[in-house]
């Protein structure tokens, strides 16, 4: 089996995305029956970690950590992959307890920006007697509440990867999109152009 190796610049983070999820798909249609690691029927994988293939309340488990994944729902009748959100799957994330589960949680729904879109999460906030602000418990998750709006925020990891790309430079998540696919599309006719 010959495997080409291309340049990350070379390719836009869609671009990426929809060959990934080709062989995933791909490797669904091969696979027959999968069985999650517990003995269930697996029937969800994630796009952005290397878990294996896992049942519903494995894929929740295994990621208490990272409730930001895009998981993928395998359906049997039309023989391809559907989105899920882990919210969906019941997965709610536990605020001021290190993300232990709280004696008196506080539910919410909150939106978490990311570079593919918004993603709505279960929030249960702390609200024992000594617990810290909404907002400082969602900075201590390493997310930034929105000003004005604490039940919105961006995760660090997204405002650094902002700021690593366009330092200085004022850029809205439309205008972040489309300059990535324009930088695919330069470096594609570049490389061509040198032939």
């Known amino acids: 089996m010959n495997i080409m190796v291309l340049p990350r610049q070379c390719l836009s983070n869609r671009q990426i995305n929809q060959m990934y999820l080709a062989l995933n798909d791909q490797r669904w249609r091969e696979r027959g029956s999968a069985e999650c690691t517990c003995g269930q029927p697996a029937g969800y994988t994630c796009a952005e970690c290397n878990v294996p293939d896992l049942c519903r309340m494995c894929m929740v488990a295994a990621h208490l950590g990272s409730p930001l994944h895009k998981i993928r729902e395998w359906s049997e009748r039309a023989q391809s992959y559907t989105c899920v959100s882990l919210r969906e799957l019941g997965l709610r994330v536990s605020l001021g307890h290190g993300g232990a589960a709280c004696p008196r949680p506080h539910a919410h729904r909150m939106d978490a920006i990311t570079v593919t879109g918004i993603e709505t999460l279960a929030v249960d906030f702390c609200s024992c007697d000594r617990a810290a602000s909404d907002a400082d418990q969602i900075k201590g998750r390493g997310w930034w509440p929105l000003p004005g709006n604490y039940l919105s925020a961006i995760p660090l990891t997204v405002l650094r990867e902002i700021a690593d790309?366009?330092?200085?430079?004022?850029?809205?998540?439309?205008?972040?999109?489309?300059?990535?696919?324009?930088?695919?599309?330069?470096h594609a006719t570049d490389s061509s152009t040198s032939e």
């Open 165 to 186: 790309r366009d330092e200085g430079e004022d850029l809205d998540a439309e205008q972040f999109d489309s300059d990535e696919e324009s930088d695919a599309e330069s």
